[in-house]
């Protein structure tokens, strides 16, 4: 006979902070939310002494039943959600190249639960699961197949936790069945990505084997072409892990502006008295969300949802807008009125 499944705790769990919700799932509600931060910098030593604190603050559970990670990378080892066990902790560990700055929070929050929670399961939820449907012309790199077959060089696309909930929350909206959506879904945050999806399937998305690739990011570069990238290792004698920190934390808007934060961004350059959006953000590629008086722009001929992180998700998004895309001039409309339920947070 099967449990019911009362109480979930939810964990995401990165590299120096640790954010958890706990729902009831019967009645459908949050309990409680709260976040653990500067893990190894100051704050708690370890993974398990912030669960330790997120247990303190929630006042000794005793009647969890469940408990849900979010994992970086499954690759094409874990194509769906899966009941931890020490097998999979084996397969995870394994997959720690793929992510060296998440997987090793996202194991280490894993195995902090089996310690404190003992006895109840945990599932691991993989960022890469809802793009497994793209083809090979999308997600195959134009390079020797022996590096996908023996490395298993390959676009894996991320955010699909976020993606894959706006997809259904947007069939609902659309009355239209998951299988008859095609949508252009964004997760907007300190890290972007796009997904095409067809039918309800992600056919492309725009980052690839890590979350390097694709849109200009907080600090990540985004695509570049990577003869740039030998250039400055071979000119700079920089190793692959000096070239990664490069790429992945000193890039994107915090090179372009000294700053990764649109708000402070925004903030330091001011905004034109006319209201319009300053050169400065635009040249960094920003997108200006309009009031809702300007909103009766034409729309185009498609919609795209976004998913906006709590970092940069505003009262002006979840009000009655459209938005214009700075370097191409494409309106992009957000429905009226676009629901909470479809304001995501995400990995940053």
């Not at 925004?266 to 040249?283: L, T, Y």
């Not at 992180?309 to 409309?333: F, G, H, K, M, Y």
Request: glycine residues 8%.
């Amino acid at each position: 006979m099967k449990k019911t499944i009362k109480k979930v705790l939810v964990i995401n769990s990165g590299s120096s902070s640790l954010k958890y919700q706990l729902f009831d799932m019967q009645k459908c509600e949050r309990l409680a939310k709260g976040l653990v931060e500067r893990i190894g910098c100051g704050g708690p030593k370890d993974h398990t002494e912030a669960l330790k604190k997120v247990v303190a603050d929630l006042g000794e559970p005793k009647d969890i039943d469940a408990i849900g990670h979010r994992v970086l990378h499954g690759a094409e080892v874990f194509k769906d959600s899966v009941k931890v066990d020490a097998k999979v902790l084996a397969k995870l560990d394994k997959l720690v190249k793929f992510g060296p700055l998440h997987m090793p929070a996202n194991i280490g929050g894993i195995r902090a639960c089996q310690k404190i929670f003992k006895g109840v399961p945990n599932v691991a939820v993989f960022d890469t699961a809802f793009h497994q449907t793209m083809p090979d012309c999308a997600a195959m790199y134009a390079i020797d197949p022996k590096y996908y077959k023996k490395m298993g060089i390959r676009k894996y696309g991320f955010h699909g936790t976020s993606h894959k909930f706006i997809v259904a929350e947007a069939a609902k909206f659309l009355k239209k069945p998951v299988s008859k959506v095609n949508l252009v879904t964004c997760h907007m945050g300190n890290g972007s990505s796009l997904a095409a999806v067809k039918g309800g399937q992600c056919v492309d998305t725009t980052m690839g084997l890590t979350p390097l690739a694709g849109l200009v990011m907080g600090t990540r570069c985004g695509d570049i072409d990577a003869a740039a990238v030998l250039t400055i290792m071979e000119a700079e004698k920089r190793t692959p892990a000096e070239m990664d920190t490069l790429l992945n934390k000193k890039s994107g808007l915090l090179a372009l502006t000294g700053s990764s934060d649109c708000r402070d961004i925004c903030a330091s350059v001011g905004r034109k008295s006319s209201g319009g959006m300053p050169r400065s953000c635009r040249a960094a590629g920003f997108a200006w969300i309009t009031s809702p008086r300007e909103s009766s722009r034409t729309r185009p001929s498609f919609s795209v949802l976004m998913s906006v992180s709590e970092r940069s998700s505003s009262s002006a998004t979840r009000s009655n807008c459209s938005r214009r895309c700075a370097a191409s001039s494409l309106p992009i409309c957000f429905r009226t009125p676009l629901k909470k339920s479809l304001i995501s947070s995400g990995c940053r």
